[in-house]
């Protein structure tokens, strides 16, 4: 259907409207937040001991989730695009489930599997602490992160095809020769977005997290953890805002990459 360019216009200047006032606004009154007081005094804010263990413990998750994530989706997009087998429904269902189910019933499902009368609670009789420590919180990141990588690389394969595959097994190509030779070459811009999809939604991960950690700074407070305990538990909203713009320029690192990616994937 064809519409005149006032009519277009006005449908544009309703849509930047709506995201100016719903996303940009917001943003830089907290950036105006974070920097009322002087540069110097923000630095000062995110550089306290707490606010310093919070960047790290984030980045240590990462650092272990996008690794488990990057096997696990690289796996389960050649099974569901180049298997035929029982259950396959069954997979894509539950490669979806992340983004159904709300964060915070995967912390309470997590409490009750891991948790001291958990199923699986007598794990912390052995010196292993699941919950309130940081195993639960790689858990919970590893649920909530779990379809990114394999979305992004599932119709990539389905792009390609099989045919070079095939060509490189006739030549006496193993298989692992194969993946590493010819698929993950050809997969390479999909999973690189997958995992920076990955990455940004780790680091801003709060509802599972809460669940399974006790926020004892120092020892199982993240960013976003942080943000939240200084806001709503100290009542330090100035601190609050420091801690949020430091993780929304981690997050706007991650967005700029995305967008590199996306411009390189689509010149390839």
């Not at 539950?94 to 007598?122: N, R, T």
Request: net charge positive.
């Amino acid at each position: 259907m064809k519409t005149s360019t006032p009519v277009r216009l006005g449908l544009r200047s309703i849509a930047l409207l709506y995201l100016f006032g719903l996303l940009f606004v917001p943003v830089l009154m907290i950036f105006y937040r974070a920097f009322e007081h002087g540069i110097g005094t923000f630095f000062g804010w995110i550089s306290t001991p707490a606010a310093i263990s919070a960047l790290n413990l984030s980045l240590l998750i990462v650092a272990i989730v996008v690794p488990i994530n990057v096997v696990f989706g690289v796996v389960a997009a050649l099974a569901l695009v180049r298997g035929r087998f029982r259950g396959r429904g069954v997979l894509q269902a539950m490669v979806d489930l992340p983004f159904a189910v709300s964060p915070i019933i995967v912390g309470v499902s997590l409490i009750l599997l891991w948790g001291v009368h958990g199923w699986f609670g007598g794990i912390e009789s052995l010196g292993f602490k699941v919950i309130f420590g940081l195993p639960g919180m790689v858990l919970a990141t590893i649920f909530v992160t779990l379809p990114f990588v394999v979305r992004e690389v599932e119709p990539v394969l389905h792009e390609i095809g099989d045919e070079q595959e095939q060509a490189a097994a006739t030549l006496g190509a193993t298989k692992w020769q194969t993946f590493w030779l010819v698929t993950l070459p050809a997969i390479r811009w999909g999973l690189t977005y997958g995992v920076v999809l990955t990455i940004a939604r780790a680091l801003g991960e709060f509802g599972a997290v809460i669940m399974v950690s006790s926020g004892f700074p120092g020892v199982s407070q993240t960013l976003t953890l942080l943000v939240h305990a200084r806001y709503i538990d100290d009542h330090n909203t100035f601190g609050a805002y420091c801690a949020a713009v430091l993780l929304m320029g981690i997050a706007l690192v991650a967005l700029l990459l995305m967008t590199l990616l996306d411009r390189k994937r689509s010149t390839t």
